[in-house]
């Protein structure tokens, strides 16, 4: 379910997801949605060596490449899109059940 928020976003942010709805024909927020999704992976795999993503760094790189030289179709961005946000739900549902674990502990 998506829920509707206000976000202030610098200029440059702004102007780098107009490019990207542009290039990948997707709206601002599913662009936004996408890269606070990486955002999530990078960072749940750095406080949780043990989480490792369906995501493989190779397949993401080439398709980047791909889609940096105008290669990338817009079905293959569609479809990495979704591989990114489960792998992002995925990942945050593992923090959310860390923080759980450790209230739990503080509150025995």
Excluded: C
Aim: aromatic content about 10%; proline content about 2%; charged content about 35%.
């Amino acid at each position: 379910m998506l829920k509707r928020y206000q976000v202030l976003l610098n200029d440059w942010i702004e102007d780098y997801v107009k490019v990207v709805t542009e290039k990948y024909d997707m709206s601002f927020s599913a662009v936004i949605r996408a890269h606070m999704a990486l955002g999530i992976i990078f960072v749940i795999k750095a406080l949780y060596p043990e989480y490792k993503p369906n995501l493989e760094d190779k397949e993401f790189n080439k398709l980047s490449v791909k889609a940096a030289k105008g290669k990338l179709e817009e079905a293959e961005a569609h479809q990495l899109m979704s591989k990114v946000l489960f792998e992002a739900r995925k990942a945050a549902e593992l923090r959310l059940s860390k923080n759980k674990e450790k209230k739990k502990k503080l509150h025995n």
